[in-house]
């Protein structure tokens, strides 16, 4: 079963950056799209962006477009999502998770979770 961790999360100034890395072990998700998904306080847990098995097909929310960019690496059986013009309502604790559904926005086909990490911009 794979197992997923995020990090790269922490505190920051508007207008900066984080990359956030996922990380899977116990198993490869290299067969599977990947998405960020992020609750901010108070709010559900809500998608951000996915990519597909081959990058093939990669899609972000409209409110993050042209500031985050999400990628993998498989030699690494890795994620990313590089968030740059980070805003103060980009605050939230961000997942990522795996699917092999066609449903890819729909947060409930994803199968396996990692526990978060948490992104607080600053005005």
């Known amino acids: 079963q794979v197992q997923l961790v995020e990090s790269g999360g922490g505190l920051v100034q508007a207008g900066g950056s984080l990359r956030l890395t996922c990380a899977a072990s116990g198993g490869t998700f290299n067969n599977d799209a990947v998405g960020w998904f992020r609750r901010a306080p108070g709010k559900e847990r809500n998608f951000v962006a996915i990519?597909?098995?081959?990058?093939?097909?990669?899609h972000y929310i409209d409110s993050v477009k042209g500031r985050f960019t999400i990628s993998r690496d498989h030699a690494k059986n890795a994620a990313y999502l590089q968030m740059d013009s980070l805003k103060p309502e980009d605050t939230a604790v961000y997942y990522c998770?795996?699917?092999?559904?066609?449903?890819?926005?729909?947060?409930?086909?994803?199968?396996?979770w990692g526990p978060g990490t948490q992104v607080t911009v600053s005005p």
């Open positions: 998770a795996v699917t092999t559904s066609p449903y890819l926005t729909d947060i409930n086909t994803y199968d396996y």
């Open positions: 990519i597909t098995r081959t990058s093939a097909v990669i």
